[in-house]
């Protein structure tokens, strides 16, 4: 799982073009070195102030491992939203698992401890994947 946080004066609730790059590059390293993929847990927090957090989760799909153009257009894309439902959105139409999960008064809810779940942290040796 990585984290990282987007300063106040740049809310961000989206990973940028970027954010994916280094995501897949990670995974690429990691199938390389380790001979196991990997698909990380990225969480980008943006503080709400008075213990308040909300966090954009994402997880990439194994279609991207060889794809920069896909992320190319996302960048695009991205470039166009104007709400964090729209960043959501956008995720969730490339494929990506992605959701806002809201850390409030020391605790996560029900509904968002439900959707940390469904996240998948899987090490899947490459002699068992068919690319």
């Known amino acids: 799982m990585f984290v990282h946080t987007h300063p106040g004066e740049m809310v961000a609730y989206g990973p940028s073009g970027a954010d994916l790059r280094v995501s897949r590059e990670g995974r690429l390293e990691r199938r390389h ?14 503080d709400g102030g008075k213990g308040n957090v909300e ?21 695009v894309d991205m470039s166009t939203n ?16 992605a959701a806002i999960i809201r850390f409030t008064e020391g605790e996560f809810s029900p509904e968002d401890i439900d959707k940390l779940k469904s996240f998948e942290f899987k090490l899947t040796p490459l002699k068992m994947l068919k690319n």
């Open 82 to 97: 104007k709400t964090k439902q729209d960043a959501l959105d956008l995720l969730k139409n490339y494929g990506y698992k």
């Open 33 to 46: 070195y380790l001979r196991y993929d990997l698909a990380s847990i990225e969480i980008i927090v943006v």
């Open 55 to 75: 966090m954009t989760i994402y997880q990439e799909p194994s279609a991207y491992l060889n794809s920069t153009s896909l992320i190319d257009q996302y960048e």
